[in-house]
T-cell receptor
């Protein structure tokens, strides 16, 4: 069964460093998302991406964050200058669209630890 | 998108049915009810969704009341692997999922 793949599974970085979290969505899916979950808290929406552009973003997704789909398969989340409060699990999701609206398939996540 | 209310926790015995309720009294006519679950910090997993008719798939059944103000997710024969946090989400046209606190289901051996 096709699945969303995220790498790395765990990323440790120093405060102020840039990180790139990578995701390979399911082939032929049209909508892509990033969510995050701070330890012990709710899953929070960050950004949605469709047709090579951001379709919606949350207040969390400020100028420090960016997303890209550089080669038609990978979908990346970049944090330019990490802060301690960026430590969280980051989940990528993809959605086929059409009749399968809001049926999102999530990856296993990347645990980001900012020291 | 309509707000949902779920009990914070439930438990059931392995092999028995788990019935997870959700209240969504402010749901509007074109909003669907979606259920996802999250097993121990893994990525959330889609379970089922419906508009007004009851739905069943290989994972679960969804019963939506006639007035659509509440619904119940049924896991017919719960196993230990069904221990997870279950989220009821009501959505219309938004392409983002808004997760609440969900119901933590513990399946007891």
């Amino acid at each position: 069964e096709p699945e969303v793949t995220q790498t790395p599974s765990h990323q440790v970085t120093q405060m102020g460093q840039e990180v790139i979290l990578r995701c390979v969505p399911i082939s032929n899916h049209l909508y892509f998302y990033w969510y995050r979950q701070i330890l012990g808290q709710k899953v929070e929406f960050l950004v949605s991406f469709y047709n090579n552009e951001i379709s919606e973003k949350s207040e969390i997704f400020d100028d420090q964050f960016s997303v890209e789909r550089p080669d038609g398969s990978n979908f990346t989340l970049k944090i330019r200058s990490t802060k301690l409060e960026d430590s969280a699990m980051y989940f990528c999701a993809s959605e086929p669209g059409g009749l399968a609206k809001n049926i999102q398939y999530f990856g296993a996540g990347t645990r980001l630890s900012v020291l | 998108d309509a707000k949902t209310t779920q009990p914070p926790s439930m438990d059931c015995a392995e092999g028995r049915a788990a019935n997870l309720p959700c209240n969504h009294s402010t749901i509007s006519g074109n909003e669907y009810v979606y259920w996802y679950r999250q097993i121990h910090s893994q990525g959330p997993q889609y379970i089922i969704h419906g508009l007004k008719n009851n739905e069943t798939n290989e994972m679960a059944s969804l019963i939506i009341t006639e007035d659509r103000k509440s619904s119940t997710l049924i896991l017919p024969h719960a196993t230990l692997r069904d221990t997870a946090v279950y989220y009821c989400i009501v959505l219309d046209s938004s392409y983002k999922l808004i997760f609440g606190s969900g119901t933590r289901l513990l399946v007891r051996p």
